[in-house]
T-cell receptor, first 113, second 111 residues
Framework: EPEVTQTPSHQVTQMGQEVILRCVPI?????FYWYRQILGQKVEFLVS????????KSEIFDDQFSVERPDGSNFTLKIRSTKLEDSAMYFC???????????FGSGTRLTVV | LAKTTQPISMDSYEGQEVNITCSHN???????ITWYQQFPSQGPRFIIQ???TKVTNEVASLFIPADRKSSTLSLPRVSLSDTAVYYC????????????FGQGTELSVKP
């Protein structure tokens, strides 16, 4: 069964540092997403990406966040200057569109210290 | 997006059938009903999706009454490994719309 792959599985970073979370979506999928889940809380939508541009973003996705699909296979989330409150699990997801299920990766646990 | 309401938690025992009901009174004509499962420290996993009546796959069944204002996820003969959070989502995802997760139902299966 095809998978969404995320790396690294765990990242620890100092406050104020930049981090890049990486994802390889399923190859024939067209829509890509980042979600986050703070410990004990809901899964929250961050951003959706289609046709090489952001299609929607949440209030959480401010100027400190950016996404990129640099080479047609990787999909990255960059946080420019991390804050303590950015500590969370970050999930990448993808889908073909057409009212079918979305496939999520296993996540990257980001810890900002 | 239609608001959903589901129980916060449920307990069951191994081998029992578990039914989790979700209310979605303001579901729109184009909306589908989708259920996801999430284990601790893992991403949500798609279980089943339906529009009306009954849908069954190798994992679960989804029952949707004619008015579509609620739906029931049925897990046959649960095991300890079915302990997870189950999310009911309602929306039209034909063009890749975002998924909005609520708190979900925390199912605990006991031996």
């Amino acid at each position: 069964e095809p998978e969404v792959t995320q790396t690294p599985s765990h990242q620890v970073t100092q406050m104020g540092q930049e981090v890049i979370l990486r994802c390889v979506p399923i190859s024939n999928h067209l829509y890509f997403y980042w979600y986050r889940q703070i410990l004990g809380q809901k899964v929250e939508f961050l951003v959706s990406f289609y046709n090489n541009e952001i299609s929607e973003k949440s209030e959480i996705f401010d100027d400190q966040f950016s996404v990129e699909r640099p080479d047609g296979s990787n999909f990255t989330l960059k946080i420019r200057s991390t804050k303590l409150e950015d500590s969370a699990m970050y999930f990448c997801a993808s889908t073909t569109g057409g009212n079918v299920g979305y496939t999520f990766g296993s996540g990257t646990r980001l810890t900002v210290v | 997006l239609a608001k959903t309401t589901q129980p916060i938690s449920m307990d069951s025992y191994e081998g029992q059938e578990v039914n989790i009901t979700c209310s979605h009174n303001n579901i729109a004509t184009n909306d589908y009903i989708t259920w996801y499962q999430q284990f601790p420290s893992q991403g949500p996993r798609f279980i089943i999706q339906g529009y009306k009546t009954k849908v069954t796959n190798e994992v679960a069944s989804l029952f949707i009454p004619a008015d579509r204002k609620s739906s029931t996820l049925s897990l046959p003969r649960v095991s300890l490994s079915d302990t997870a959070v189950y999310y009911c989502l309602v929306g039209s995802y034909n063009q890749g719309g975002k998924l909005i997760f609520g708190q979900g139902t925390e199912l605990s299966v006991k031996p």
